[in-house]
């Protein structure tokens, strides 16, 4: 997969976990780049995510959200690094739930005013 198209749909995932899908569908999303990132290892996935995650000031997830909140986001999904942020004792690196509760943590899980 070229990188730009990886990159794009790392962001619309991203984008999905952030309420642009029903909050219950946080799950599937989070497997879906789970898959990606078990298919293709922490250096490229680690590339992907920190383009798809984009510069401070954009606005995603939330406004107010700093290029450092993202940094700490991206080291915790991908276990890099000891005592970060979202640092999880006794966690297991490729473990679909702790990817899950990282995704959701940062996207802000569920929205209010949604169902699901």
């Known amino acids: 997969v070229e990188q730009g ?7 619309a995932l991203l984008e999905c976990a952030n ?3 029903p909050p219950n569908l ?6 879906a780049m789970f898959g990606a ?3 293709t290892g922490d250096a490229v996935f680690s ?4 383009a798809a995650l984009g510069p401070e000031g954009d606005g995603f997830p939330r406004q107010g959200t700093t ?3 993202k940094a ?4 915790a999904l991908l276990m890099l690094g000891a005592g970060g942020a979202g640092d999880e004792k006794g966690a ?3 473990d679909l739930r702790r990817f899950k509760r990282q995704v959701k943590s940062f996207c802000g899980g569920k929205k209010v005013g949604t169902k699901g």
């Open 5 to 11: 198209g990886a990159v794009a749909l790392l962001r």
């Open 19 to 21: 309420g642009v899908m």
């Open 26 to 31: 946080v799950t599937d999303v989070s497997a």
């Open 37 to 39: 990132w078990a298919a």
């Open 47 to 50: 590339q992907w995510l920190i």
């Open 67 to 69: 290029a450092q909140n």
């Open 72 to 75: 700490d986001f991206h080291d």
């Open 92 to 94: 297991v690196k490729m």
